[in-house]
């Protein structure tokens, strides 16, 4: 049949054609009845060519393919095929090998007409079709009414199970009977996909019946026992006869469960709808007694007018409630209100109202499935998802997360109904080990390759462009119950199972990417679903929870970061910036090779200590207080009180533990506040909104204050909080001022770094370093602060254990003495740590928790001097308060233990001070650093700039940096003998030109002048009394490693000059100065004559490296 052109008649043509095939099906026949009775009963007879019909309706079914109008499927629903089928599948299902070669083509349409229309995909592919218009409204009508006629009695599902029963029988399947499972499977599948009407609560008979077609569905799965043909398949899932049909399960059991809250189904099903009657009463209580403190009481009809002055203008009110109301908020309801952007509903949010009885059946089958079948089965899901198998689609990962979280969160549940009935007496009747649900029945969702592979998705739908926000919600959801679960383990009584907590936590924790996704999906958020934002909330506050709780019990905790592979490529651009090139000698080739074969943008990781003090202050940004607020938002449709618990609580830890009250400076967020404290008694009795209350309260009372000290704080409340604004205006920035005063633009603003005195020791009274520690410590004991020592001595041996189990872990266990006899081979160590081992040394915060500590750490200086002593560093922050104590990564353990031991021994046993520590400590002020403007010390007394003289550290530094270069590329070249010859014909050369040059100008054979210099007249007249004349100084003697830097040429120059004398010989200056019997005369008078002897110095200067000075006097004899 040739497809029309015009769409318009496609209907038109298939119509026809699609109701002459279904009239051929077949019909009811008016029969007498089989039973032996006089009455006369109806009986569906299938047409004489039904096979030939039906294969007829399937290739007209195929022709929608290609049509965006689904025409065909339109055509057949108008029909009445469906109808037509369910009695063919009921009438030919016991006719044998024909009846059932009919009745599987008959299924194979029903399993067509209820296939599920991804309305949302088909879609997006006529998004580039806007000529289309497609009315799928119809189409899932149509469905709905398929769903109500399939389940009008229960032969229809009868039928179909006693259709692939043979099958399943079978022990060897074919492909065959395989395929008969599928088709009977799908058909439950599509059953449970159609999604019920919405019946409003006055709806009776049609609506009514349609609204409850899901509960109607499970009772009958459940009285034909295909829910235990679903545990059945669900337990074999890792045998090879039913592998295939595991995934199909998976699809089905999220079908079932997917409309269904966990709370709602661990509730006693009995009493149920007494419980949300009571729900719905309290509720109505409050909005009542909330409008009673708003409307008009009986008096109103006395009348009341109050005026409002708001600015130049005057408003009347006539109402009543405006004399203890905010008459803004009455102006306000006058007003035209504009609607927000509405949140969207996903996927994972749609819940279904099923019947009592429907719940109790699933109560059944959860608590089956989780003792039997769910290690197995998510065992096989997880291994065809690593393996991935052509059966899985993407689709699958959003079921396995929701499907698992479901199970393990009714896990939790159970067990928390069962302890409370144990408390109560309820469960005395039953023994406690047969009565408690253990939690090994889901711990292969707990599993480490489990919780990596849900890493790995959630890591991966975050990268996607745009986010797959349904998959990473079911994530979040997943991850959440998966660290409940191994939190409930942890508390568990069973040994085996808190060990087994235990070690995953730590593997967990250890992955620093795990951690940091909470505040990357906190922050990320901006117009999800409202079930999202939930989730994201959820998950947040659960990590930091248990983080929080794990970290209190570990000494130190070290975690595993990902480091930017930037250090050789840096150092590489860096010389060739400067035009210089580190030797090969030099360079790591490992690195260099990593970076030239391509992969320099691969990551690298490296271990870190944690703590969860700096943690929780990265949890203070503004991106997660946005989403925080986003929640609070929704404070009147939270019909949970853990939902306020979890806001407040994260709310809480930005607020008071983070000191970040100044996140919340804004506009918009007072505003939500406002609206929350006037509707205050609508809120539920519980613990959570009292605790919002006072949260409230806080932030409040802090921002008011703030505006006192400092007005212009209003401004800041109409801008975006960047990390330095919130740290000015809030308690972070304000804890270190010693004037008590508040950060920002007020008086006392930040401290500067060297704005305030430290103490050190005098260096010139040469104190030995334990003089210096007994000093220091018997002065804070004499003050009464043993307990700050005590608080180092516990940081510095948290520090040093952390660093022998590295040594321990990279060196080894350093041999005994027995052992060194045992082995003669075995060697030594008396190094200390190898440098491996010093490589993955990390550096040791010193976090203050408490506010004394703070204080000490701030403006103690006789604490500040200690923690120098005993290898503290401090980073360099301008911010006195975002300055940090440290230990630093080089420091030995060696040096850790012999700290912690001098800081035990004086604290335990004060020594006497036979020393007064005001003449060995001394107060000190670091220099502030110079402004970039010139002042009076830049200014010389011309009024010229000075050039500023570079940092000593600096120039050190690049020093060194020229002799570690020079220093490798030195030759040794004393045994070129050709060289040599060629220097001594140099030298020869040399000295006869300066021969040829003293003759031409002194007529002799040296240089001669006819006076000497006035520096040698000085030197010879001699400042005290005893100096002989002609007595000469001693020369200065250069270091060996200056002389050897000098170069061959310097070298010959000063041989040259100060060894030659007009002979030609080369003897010794000193020499020379003892053969010299003249002296210049010690006044300036006229030249003297032929006869006398004069004598000439000759300056050489030989600089090395800009270092050291050399002076060599010479003097040669006159002619």
Not at 98 to 121: E, F, H, M, N, Y
Not at 184 to 204: F, K, P
Not at 383 to 406: P, V
Not at 1056 to 1085: F, I, L, Q
């Amino acid at each position: 049949m040739d497809e029309p052109d015009s769409i318009s008649n496609r209907f038109a043509i298939f119509m026809p054609a699609v109701q002459s095939l279904v009239n051929a099906v077949g019909g009811y026949e008016l029969v007498d009845a089989t039973d032996g009775s006089d009455g006369r009963e109806m009986v569906y007879r299938p047409g004489d060519s039904v096979l030939a019909v039906l294969k007829d309706l399937k290739r007209l079914w195929r022709k929608d393919d290609s049509d965006d109008e689904r025409t065909v499927a339109r055509c057949m629903a108008k029909a009445g095929l469906m109808k037509e089928l369910i009695a063919l599948l009921m009438e030919c299902v016991d006719r044998g090998e024909w009846g059932r070669k009919v009745s599987l083509v008959a299924c194979d349409l029903i399993a067509a007409l209820t296939w599920p229309i991804d309305v949302q995909a088909e879609l997006k592919e006529m998004a580039d079709e806007p000529d289309a218009v497609t009315d799928y409204a119809t189409l899932l009508r149509a469905q709905v009414e398929y769903k109500a006629q399939l389940l009008y009695n229960d032969r229809p599902l009868r039928s179909l199970l006693a259709l692939i029963l043979p099958s399943l029988a079978e022990q060897r399947k074919t492909e065959k009977d395989e395929q008969v499972i599928s088709l009977g499977l799908h058909i439950v599948r599509n059953l449970l996909s159609i999604r019920d009407t919405v019946a409003e609560g006055t709806a009776t008979g049609e609506k009514e019946e349609l609204a409850h077609l899901q509960s109607t569905l499970i009772l009958q799965l459940d009285a034909l026992t295909y829910f235990k043909l679903f545990l059945t398949v669900a337990s074999c899932a890792d045998k090879s006869d039913f592998n295939n049909c595991n995934v199909l399960v998976l699809d089905i059991l999220h079908l079932i469960f997917r409309s269904v809250k966990p709370k709602d189904l661990i509730q006693d099903q009995d009493r149920a709808p007494m419980h949300k009657l009571a729900n719905l009463l309290d509720l109505e209580t409050r909005q009542k007694s909330m409008k009673s403190r708003q409307g008009m009481t009986r008096h109103s009809r006395f009348g009341t007018t109050v005026a409002v002055r708001a600015g130049d203008q005057k408003l009347v009110l006539h109402r009543q409630n405006a004399i203890n109301f905010d008459p803004g908020s009455l102006l306000d309801q006058g007003k035209k209100k504009r609607a927000g952007k509405v949140k969207k509903a996903d996927d994972l949010s749609r819940f279904a109202d099923l019947s009592p009885e429907a719940l109790r059946v699933l109560q059944e089958f959860s608590v089956s499935f989780i003792e039997s079948c769910f290690n197995v089965f998510f065992t096989s899901i997880l291994k065809d998802i690593r393996m991935e198998r052509s059966k899985i689609r993407d689709t699958d990962n959003t079921r396995t997360f929701y499907l698992s979280r479901f199970f393990m969160e009714y896990l939790m549940l159970v067990r928390d109904k069962q302890a409370k009935e144990r408390e109560t007496g309820k469960g005395k009747g039953r023994a406690e080990d047969e009565d408690e649900m253990l939690l090994g029945y889901a711990i292969v969702m707990a599993e480490m390759d489990s919780v990596k592979w849900v890493f790995s998705r959630l890591r991966t739908t975050m990268e996607e462009t745009p986010p797959a926000w349904t998959e990473l919600q079911a994530c979040l959801n997943c991850f959440t119950q998966i660290l409940l679960l191994i939190d409930a383990m942890s508390t568990s009584s069973d040994a085996s199972d808190a060990e087994a907590a235990e070690i995953l936590q730590n593997s967990i924790y250890y992955n620093y990417d795990i951690l940091d996704s909470a505040l990357t999906v906190m922050a990320q958020y901006k117009d999800q679903s409202i079930a999202y934002l939930d989730s994201v909330v959820h998950f947040a506050y659960v990590l930091l929870r248990m983080l929080e709780k794990y970290s209190k019990n570990k000494g130190f905790m070290y975690v595993r970061k990902k480091k930017a592979r930037r250090a050789v490529r840096k150092r590489k651009e860096d010389a060739t910036e400067a035009g210089k090139e580190v030797p090969e000698e030099y360079v790591d080739e490992e690195e260099v090779a990593g970076v030239m074969e391509g992969d320099k943008d691969l990551p690298s990781y490296a271990e870190h200590q944690f703590t969860f003090t700096a943690f929780e202050q990265k949890f203070a940004q503004e991106g997660v207080t946005n989403t925080l607020l986003s929640y609070l938002a929704r404070f009147k449709d939270f019909d949970d009180p853990d939902q306020m618990k979890r806001v407040v609580g994260l709310m809480h830890r930005q607020v008071v533990k983070a000191k970040g009250e100044g996140l919340y400076f804004k506009v918009s967020t007072l505003h939500l506040f406002r609206r929350i404290l006037d509707v205050k008694a609508s809120l539920p009795n519980s613990e959570s909104s009292r605790d919002l209350t006072q949260i409230i309260t806080f932030v409040l009372r802090k921002f008011f204050k703030r505006i006192q000290e400092d007005p212009f704080v209003i401004v800041e409340a109409i801008q975006p909080k960047s990390r330095g604004k919130w740290q000015a205006i809030s308690g972070y920035a304000s804890d270190g001022d010693a004037g008590g005063g508040k950060g920002g633009r007020g008086g006392g603003g930040k401290g500067k770094k060297g704005g305030m005195a430290d103490l050190e020791f005098v260096k010139n009274k040469k104190l030995s370093w334990g003089d210096q520690m007994s000093v220091i410590v018997s002065m804070l004991v004499e003050n009464g602060d043993e307990q700050l020592v005590e608080w180092v001595i516990d940081v510095i041996s948290v520090a040093l254990a952390a660093r022998e189990e590295i040594v321990l872990s990279t060196d080894g266990e350093p041999l005994r003495p027995t052992e060194m006899e045992d082995d003669p081979d075995a060697v030594r160590k008396f190094g200390g740590p190898s440098e491996e081992a010093l490589e993955k040394f990390t550096r040791h915060d010193l976090d203050a928790d408490t506010d004394e500590r703070k204080a000490a750490v701030l403006s103690n200086a006789q604490f500040r001097l200690m923690l120098k002593l005993v290898s503290f560093e401090m980073t360099d922050e301008e911010n006195i308060v975002d300055q940090k104590w440290f230990i630093p990564a080089s420091i030995p353990p060696s040096n850790l233990s012999a700290s912690k031991g001098a800081l035990e021994q004086y604290l335990n046993a004060p020594p006497s001070l036979e020393i007064d520590p005001k003449n060995v400590i001394r107060r000190v002020r670091k220099r502030r650093a110079r402004a970039a403007d010139e002042d009076e010390d830049d200014v010389d007394s011309d009024g010229n700039a000075r050039p500023r003289k570079p940092k000593p550290a600096r120039k050190r530094k690049q020093a060194e940096t020229q002799i570690y270069k020079s220093a490798a590329m030195i030759e040794d070249s004393d045994d070129d003998e050709a060289a040599d010859a060629a220097f001594f014909q140099k030298e020869k050369e040399l000295r006869a030109e300066m021969e040829a040059l003293a003759s031409k100008h002194g007529g002799g054979g040296g240089a001669m002048l006819k006076t000497g210099t006035k520096k040698r007249k000085r030197k010879e007249q001699g400042k005290g009394k005893g100096k002989k004349k002609g007595k000469k100084e001693p020369v200065e003697e250069e270091d060996e490693d200056e002389v050897r830097e000098e170069s061959p040429q310097t070298r010959r120059a000063a041989s040259a000059v100060a060894s030659e004398s007009d002979d030609g010989s080369t003897e010794p200056v000193a020499r020379k100065r003892k053969s010299s019997e003249a002296a210049p005369s010690s006044s300036p008078g006229p030249a003297p004559s032929s006869d006398e002897e004069a004598q000439s110095p000759a300056k050489t200067q030989v600089r090395t490296n800009g270092k050291s000075k050399r002076f060599v006097e010479s003097e040669d004899e006159s002619s």
